[in-house]
C-alpha cells in the first residue's frame, strides 16, 4: 500500500502560476488545491483538511503575513507547515516575511528547491527521502516556476 500524497493548499492570485504550479507539484506526488484570495483560503480550509499552505505574500484582500497571523490562531499547527512565495523583492515585503520565520522562496524560484522545502516541513527529520515522492521519473534540472 502506498502512502497518501501530502495535499498542499496553494494560496497564490496570478492563475497561471497557480496552474502551472498545481500540475508540477502533482508530477512530484503533492495533490495541490489552489484558491486566489485570502477569503476563498478561508472557506477551503474549513472543509478540507490540508497538509501544507503555500501563501503568495501579495494578495488581492490581505497579505501573507496577515493571513498567517489568521493561520496561527485558527490552524496554529498548520501555520507551522506554511511557506511564502513572493515575486515582491521590496525592502518591506521581505522584512515582513522574514518577521514571520516561515521559509520563502522568491519568484522565478528552482521546482527542486521548491520541492524540498515543502518535503521539509512535512518531515523536517526525514526531508525529501520520505513524504510527496512521486512513483513516476520527473527531471528536476531545469524546472522554474515563474
Not at 59 to 70: E, N, Q, S
Request: with cysteine.
Amino acid at each position: 500500500m502506498t502512502a497518501p500524497r501530502p495535499r498542499l493548499l496553494l494560496i497564490e492570485d496570478e492563475a497561471t502560476i497557480s496552474v502551472a504550479l498545481g500540475r508540477l507539484l502533482d508530477r512530484w506526488g503533492f495533490d495541490t488545491i489552489a484558491a486566489r484570495t485570502v477569503t476563498e483560503a478561508r472557506a477551503l480550509l474549513e472543509c478540507v483538511a490540508v497538509d501544507l499552505v503555500v501563501i503568495d505574500f501579495r494578495l488581492p484582500d490581505m497579505r501573507g503575513d496577515d493571513f498567517l497571523a489568521l493561520l496561527q490562531e485558527e490552524h496554529p499547527e498548520l501555520a507551522r507547515r506554511s511557506l511564502f512565495i513572493t515575486g515582491d523583492y521590496g525592502e518591506q515585503a521581505l522584512s515582513a516575511i522574514e518577521a514571520t520565520g516561515r521559509p520563502y522562496l522568491l519568484k522565478p524560484f528552482e521546482l527542486g528547491i521548491f520541492v524540498h522545502e515543502l518535503r521539509t516541513l512535512i518531515d523536517p527529520l526525514e526531508g525529501p527521502k520520505t513524504n510527496g515522492r512521486s512513483t513516476s521519473p520527473t527531471r528536476n534540472s531545469d524546472i522554474s516556476a515563474a
